[in-house]
């Protein structure tokens, strides 16, 4: 069964980093894009970022450029977000998130998603 | 730019059938057939169930399904059971540069 394992999510502090990781397994990694969506508490769904499969092609949200880097690293299976500059409204449960159809980014659909990992900004 | 228009709430008994609208704008749901669906049952993540707009994901049931007229989208439940109590949210690509955007989901309540 295709698989994501988000982790390294945790409580830090206004202006402080995080880094997420997604651990893919079951399908080939490298040919399909992937996405960051985050969900805060008791709110609705946000697409935060995309990565082409290659990862030569990163997409953002308005709310989070500048502040966030997506990157992956295929050979070793895994999606990251690097997070700077955290800001409170950044608290949301972030789900590493798979596209259904090859290559770029398409936007239009998300087939696996992973469990979540929860990120807490506050002083 | 703002999320899509879904009603907060909707609800129905075993067996009827429910229609959760999501409307958006000439930007998005009006200008491209590339509507999701996705049903979030209380904490878990949430579970593709249509995409473009009326195709069914292997393994969904076929009670679900999907439509559009204009610059709204419609997801129908036919034959409602318990299993299905859960929020759902559509999504839509967008010209915009923000790509993709979310309604702000309904939580359907089987009485």
């Known amino acids: 069964e295709v698989q994501l394992l988000e982790s390294g999510g945790g409580l830090v502090q206004p202006g402080g980093s995080l880094r997420l990781s997604c651990a893919a397994s079951?399908?080939?990694?490298?040919?399909?894009?992937m996405n960051w969506v985050r969900q805060a508490p008791g709110k609705g769904l946000e697409w935060v970022s995309a990565i082409s499969g290659s990862g030569s092609s990163p997409y953002y949200a308005e709310s989070v450029t500048g502040r966030f880097t997506i990157s992956r690293d295929n050979s070793k299976n895994t999606l990251y977000l690097q997070m700077d500059s955290l800001r409170v409204e950044d608290t949301a449960v972030y789900y590493c998130v798979k596209e259904p159809k090859r290559g770029l980014p398409n936007f239009d659909a998300f087939d696996i998603w992973g469990q979540g990992t929860m990120v807490t900004v506050s002083s | 730019q703002s999320a899509l228009t879904q009603p907060p709430s909707v609800s129905g008994s075993p067996g009827q059938s429910v229609t959760i609208s999501c409307t958006g704008t000439s930007s998005d749901v009006g200008s491209y057939n590339r509507v999701s669906w996705y049903q979030q049952p209380p904490g878990t993540a949430p579970k593709l169930i249509i995409y473009?707009?009326?195709n069914r994901p292997s393994g969904v049931p076929d009670r679900f399904s999907g439509s559009k007229s204009g610059n709204t989208a419609s997801l129908t439940i036919s034959g409602l059971q318990a299993e299905d109590e859960a929020d759902y949210y559509c999504s839509s690509y967008t010209s915009s540069n923000t790509y993709v955007i979310f309604g702000g989901g309904t939580k359907l309540t089987v009485l």
């Open positions: 079951r399908f080939t990694f490298s040919a399909f894009a």
């Open positions: 473009a707009v009326t």
